[in-house]
């Protein structure tokens, strides 16, 4: 199936990310509830399903009706960081996809998995891409992110991390993931996306 999938730059996808937040955690802080905007927010069903990625390789999907959201049961119950990302990821999904997925033509379940498999490789790479990054944002906003890093350069006495290049990403990474809630590798990314530690930032 070949599917029309738009390109978005990064700092379009932030702002859609942004738009959720301050609609629907308006005061900030960190983390981000996720599960409560999903469920409260945009009033989806949340469903654990077990061996959702043993059986299908998926840990989560979202419904054609954009009203429910399956995840993996082992991974909710689990794999806390990993969960929250599946979330983010598929509220992505709805937030900038809604209108593609709505179109995508099926019968019945069969169908709709059918649909979602035959998509051409490349429309659905773009398609988890926006919904990766997105995800990203939602669960690392830039500014608290900023806020975070100013903090561990206040607390390296005596060290450049600018200088440090990689390693100074891995170091701030590994000391702030566990207060938003994501694993070392998402923060890694997004340090690394916002260019945290570059040279002269």
Avoid at 7 to 29: C, K, N, T, W
Avoid at 104 to 114: A, H, L, P
Wanted: negative net charge.
């Amino acid at each position: 199936m070949s599917l029309l999938v738009p390109f978005m730059a990064a700092e379009e996808i932030r702002r859609a990310a942004e738009s959720v937040l301050e609609q629907h955690q308006p005061g900030g802080g960190i983390p981000i509830e996720i599960e409560q905007i999903i469920e409260f927010g945009f009033e989806m069903e949340i469903r654990p399903v077990k061996g959702l990625n043993a059986r299908f390789g998926l840990e989560g999907a979202i419904s054609h009706g954009l009203d429910t959201v399956v995840v993996d049961e082992d991974f909710m119950t689990r794999t806390q960081n990993r969960y929250r990302f599946t979330l983010a990821h598929e509220l992505g999904h709805r937030v900038l996809h809604g209108d593609i997925i709505r179109n995508i033509q099926f019968g019945d379940r069969q169908g709709w998995k059918s649909a979602v498999l035959s998509i051409d490789a490349q429309a659905y790479a773009r398609l988890e891409h926006q919904a990766y990054v997105f995800a990203g944002h939602m669960l690392v906003p830039t500014s608290a992110l900023m806020d975070a890093c100013e903090e561990a350069r206040r607390l390296a006495v005596g060290v450049d991390l600018s200088e440090m290049g990689t390693t100074a990403i891995s170091y701030v990474a590994g000391n702030i993931a566990k207060e938003f809630r994501v694993s070392t590798a998402v923060m890694e990314r997004r340090i690394a996306a916002e260019r945290m530690f570059e040279a002269g930032s």
